[in-house]
């Protein structure tokens, strides 16, 4: 998913996205089993994670096609879920956001690892660019917002504080956002 590790800052920087994403699956993991909302965005954090792995060349062409499938059927599962109402789009927009970076990481030359006639379409990376920072922008400012009227106690909540479960989805966001910058 990433450019060369030519820089020592390159798996430095994606061995924190993989950090960024397992924490936040680990979380959604745990309020999936207390009140089932949030196993999806577990599966994307998990997922998020593995996509950022740096294999440095070492992949045999198993982690695109295995991601693939799964990010397929939490897009079906996504859009299962849209009857409830438009709410789960966003589930959809990254589940689908997903299948399309291991569709590019798993084809051209290197598996994705440099950017190739087989980068993507620019106009879908740009588009999916712009939603994602739209976003991570919305949601930090929903963020900072709820930090100035919330108390200082923990929402008594069945998912958790509303805070912690605002800041994981934000952090998902800028690791989405994050990847598609490397596409």
């Not at 409830?84 to 569709?103: F, K, N, P, R």
């Amino acid at each position: 998913m990433h450019g060369s590790a030519t820089s020592l800052a390159t798996p430095v920087s994606s061995w924190l996205l993989v950090l960024l994403c397992a924490v936040s699956g680990a979380y959604c993991l745990r309020r999936a089993r207390g009140s089932g909302g949030a196993a999806g965005e577990a599966v994307m954090g998990f997922g998020m994670a593995l996509m950022a792995v740096p294999l440095g060349g070492g992949d045999d062409g198993w982690r695109a096609p295995v991601l693939g499938v799964v990010f397929c059927g939490a897009a079906l599962h996504a859009l299962w879920l849209l009857r409830g109402g438009s709410h789960h789009a966003h589930h959809l927009v990254g589940s689908l956001t997903m299948v399309y970076m291991a569709l590019m990481a798993g084809s051209g030359p290197g598996h994705g690892q440099e950017h190739s006639p087989a980068a993507g379409p620019p106009l879908l990376t740009g588009a999916l660019l712009l939603y994602y920072a739209g976003y991570v922008m919305l949601g930090g400012t929903r963020l900072i917002t709820a930090g100035g009227t919330v108390s200082r106690r923990p929402a008594a909540g069945r998912d958790g504080p509303a805070e912690l479960i605002r800041a994981c989805r934000l952090a998902m966001g800028m690791g989405m956002l994050a990847m598609l910058l490397t596409m």
